[in-house]
């Protein structure tokens, strides 16, 4: 396996409110390969966002990153390679500056989280080639038409002097894609791009995002609710519970052959075609509350196969295979004195 593009190791995001801490990534651990699509998946609240936000280093606040490293493998003009940590670097330096928006770029479930409404599509799309690149502005906008000639803009030559609000859903999305690509990012982070488009934009979009990413080779990483999406144009997929990564395997296993109760309770709660409405099967329970959450496995309430122990231990990561990967008791060797011992030193 060659070097992975970002190397996600043990980090840990707390939100520091009133009402105590939400802990929005608990030692979360992921790798994402150049030219590769991870796809994260989880229920609303579980912490796909601010994960993948804090590798821009843009966590709201009061949200931080207490601990962990993000080991981004940069890629320098001569060829080689360097390791920079982006949780290191300062939210507001000029480092991961130069790689946000460049390198790593994002895009929004709500285009206008990215676009500015005073500004016409042509100055946005040019004010960031400039900030990365050094070109003239004609330049400059004769690739931003380039660029929004390849997201399927019709006259794209027009469409350059707008401004977003005069344009539909699906355009916006188009543009803030071109936005997010206009300088040929390693890696794309797109978060739900594409559920506020009816199903037919959806499908464009999709069909687009994965013909870029082959075209220039970018780490994608998907965070959708929508599982289909996923068996559509997944290679890893990683699954999230309250904060935590609880399965992570390449897409065909976690489809076929699911360990996590979790992860297989989410595969059943997908509609088919055809299925009336009592015939599927919601999982169980509700999310609890992040400021609540449950001791041991945090599943363990909602959980099938719940066992004992489930209620005090909190599962390790456990290989199944080595790129299969589970944090559930089910799976631990453990033997039955520790259990009991740890059992008794949480009641
Ligand atoms: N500004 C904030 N203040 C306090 N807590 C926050 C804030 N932003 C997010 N959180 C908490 O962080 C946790 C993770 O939120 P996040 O937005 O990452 O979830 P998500 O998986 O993206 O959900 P969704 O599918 O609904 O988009 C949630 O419990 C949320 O309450
Ligand atoms: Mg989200």
Redo the contacts with the bound molecule.
């Keep these: 396996m060659s070097e992975p593009l970002l190397e996600v190791k043990d980090l840990n995001i707390h939100?520091f409110?009133d009402e105590g801490v939400?802990k929005?990534a608990d030692g979360v651990d992921l790798i994402i390969e150049r030219g590769k699509t991870l796809c994260l998946v989880?229920?609303?609240?579980?912490?796909?966002?601010?994960?993948s936000r804090s590798f821009l280093n843009i966590i709201?606040?009061?949200?931080k990153i207490v601990s962990g490293q993000m080991l981004y493998r940069q890629q320098l003009p001569d060829g080689t390679t360097t390791t920079i940590d982006l949780a290191a670097l300062d939210p507001k330096g000029k480092d991961i500056r130069r790689i946000r928006g460049k390198e790593i770029s994002m895009i929004f479930q709500e285009p206008m989280t990215s676009l500015s409404m005073m500004h016409t599509v042509g100055d946005q799309i040019t004010e960031t080639i400039r900030l990365h690149e050094n070109v003239s502005k004609q330049e400059a906008r004769d690739r931003a038409i380039e660029m929004l000639r390849l997201v399927g803009i019709p006259k794209p030559a027009r469409l350059i002097d707008e401004y977003p609000f005069r344009l539909s859903g699906g355009m916006r999305q188009r543009t803030m894609i071109a936005m997010a690509l206009c300088c040929n990012p390693t890696m794309l982070i797109a978060?739900?791009p594409t559920t506020a488009l009816d199903v037919t934009t959806q499908a464009q979009i999709l069909d687009l995002m994965l013909e870029l990413q082959q075209r220039y080779n970018m780490a994608l990483l998907f965070?959708t609710?929508d599982l289909g999406v996923v068996a559509e144009i997944a290679d890893e997929v990683a699954v999230?519970y309250l904060?935590k990564i609880v399965e992570r395997a390449d897409v065909d296993t976690i489809f076929n052959a699911p360990k996590h109760p979790y992860t297989q309770a989410l595969l059943h709660s997908i509609p088919k075609i055809a299925m009336k409405r009592e015939e599927l099967d919601p999982i169980k329970g509700m999310i609890p509350n992040?400021y609540r959450r449950p001791s041991g496995c945090a599943f363990h309430p909602r959980c099938s196969q719940v066992m004992e122990r489930c209620k005090h231990i909190t599962p390790n990561v456990t290989a199944i295979q080595p790129d299969h990967t589970v944090r559930c008791l089910l799976y631990e060797d453990m033997p039955e004195q520790v259990t009991q011992k740890e059992a008794m030193h949480h009641d």
């Design positions: 939100f409110t939400v929005a989880g229920e609303s609240g579980c912490g796909k966002s601010v994960t709201p606040s009061p949200g978060d739900e965070i609710h999230m904060g992040p």
